[in-house]
């Protein structure tokens, strides 16, 4: 008589392998503090030329400053990332990006704001790496997409909440702008305070190297190589999304409905993240990307071709469709091509490097905006179009 097979252990309501702890806590983590730092970003121009009397020139200065840090940052983050703990660099880069909005809140001169943007900034390089190398801490790659895509929704959904809060607050306080700031501290220390939840396989005492020398650029794999070279080529084209604002007020949006405008478009790219980081994990993630450059081409040939104001809450919900095609799903193809111990490397050069070529691009996009700033956005979008096609075509792994 033959025993009977053995009845599996049931599954149901059993959290999927990718859903781990950290991919939780992060999600929380980042949701809060993007919701602090979007309910700032809308009204920050205003609020230095308006409230604190800086010329157009320093906003433009302070910007580029501030992501020229970030950028410098994230490479040095990354290969850190791979030698040490990295929850106490997670907790360092929220910790500054905190004490950035308080100084903006105390901020009585825009040269403070620029001090506050780049402590800001300088959180936001140093994190990026060590919590993307977390992230994928013990998931399979074919699973990766989904965990970058959920991230991105959960952080964008703060930038969904952050606007609509600051609207809300600027409409509720009678148009006065420095209230808001505080408001976005609280949310911003919250963030900081979850950090405390995030799991790190490595010891935390000290920040004593788990090894005994940095990962030579060198070794990361050729692969790696031909692929970050095809990203940063198309970044050199994707100016900062602050241009992209200014186009939708020259065509005659007011504040509030650019704020509003930016909120559409954060839905969108929230609603699409998690979706299109799935998708990746079923299909080539060249292919996903190359996707999310045609959604970016309908958005910037969009803005450049419309006349009507009311047409830009259509066109930024398709530019959502790009950030949320290829943010995640970027992220998740990078970190396929290298081995673990290479993770925090591989990231960070990925993210300094593209970020360093997104600032290239603001600057010949600002030099060649003219009046109206169609001329790079038919650039930029038709670029875009050339690289979706060529990313279709050749072969990856």
Not at 360 to 377: H, Y
């Amino acid at each position: 008589m033959t025993e009977p097979a053995a009845v599996p252990p049931p599954t149901a309501g059993r959290a999927p392998v990718w859903l781990t702890r950290n991919v939780k806590v992060l999600c929380g983590v980042s949701f809060l503090q993007d919701a602090a730092s979007e309910l700032l970003y809308p009204i920050l121009p205003i609020f230095l030329t308006v409230v604190l009397g800086a010329p157009p020139a320093a906003v433009g200065a302070i910007e580029g400053v501030a992501e020229g840090a970030a950028s410098l940052t994230k490479v040095a983050a990354g290969r850190l990332a791979d030698r040490i703990a990295r929850r106490p660099l997670i907790g360092a880069g929220y910790g500054l990006a905190a004490i950035g909005k308080l100084i903006i809140a105390l901020a009585s001169a825009w040269p403070l704001v620029l001090i506050a943007r780049v402590t800001d900034r300088l959180g936001k390089g140093m994190r990026g790496a060590p919590r993307d190398a977390l992230l994928v801490e013990g998931v399979p790659s074919g699973q990766r997409g989904k965990v970058f895509g959920l991230h991105r929704a959960a952080d964008t959904a703060g930038a969904v909440v952050g606007p609509l809060a600051g609207l809300a607050l600027y409409e509720a306080l009678d148009h006065h702008l420095r209230p808001l700031f505080w408001a976005a501290v609280l949310p911003a220390a919250a963030s900081v305070a979850l950090v405390a939840a995030v799991r790190d396989p490595r010891p935390h005492e000290g920040s004593a190297p788990t090894t005994t020398a940095t990962t030579p650029w060198r070794s990361l794999p050729r692969a790696y190589w031909r692929v970050l070279a095809v990203l940063l080529a198309f970044n050199l084209v994707n100016f900062p999304d602050a241009l992209l604002l200014l186009r939708a007020h020259e065509l005659g949006l007011p504040t509030a409905g650019v704020v509003g405008a930016y909120a559409v478009y954060n839905l969108a790219y929230a609603a699409l993240s998690y979706p299109a980081g799935a998708l990746s994990d079923r299909l080539p993630r060249p292919l996903v990307f190359a996707a999310g450059l045609v959604f970016f081409a309908a958005g910037y040939l969009g803005l450049g071709l419309i006349h009507a104001p009311w047409l830009v809450f259509v066109v930024l919900p398709l530019y959502g469709g790009f950030a949320a095609c290829t943010d995640g799903v970027g992220k998740a193809w990078i970190s396929t091509l290298v081995p673990d111990h290479q993770q925090g490397t591989a990231q960070g050069l990925y993210q300094g490097a593209t970020g360093a070529a997104v600032l290239a691009a603001g600057l010949w996009a600002g030099l060649a905006w003219g009046i109206q700033g169609r001329l790079p956005l038919l650039i930029s979008g038709s670029t875009a179009l050339l690289l979706a096609a060529t990313l279709a075509l050749l072969r990856f792994p």
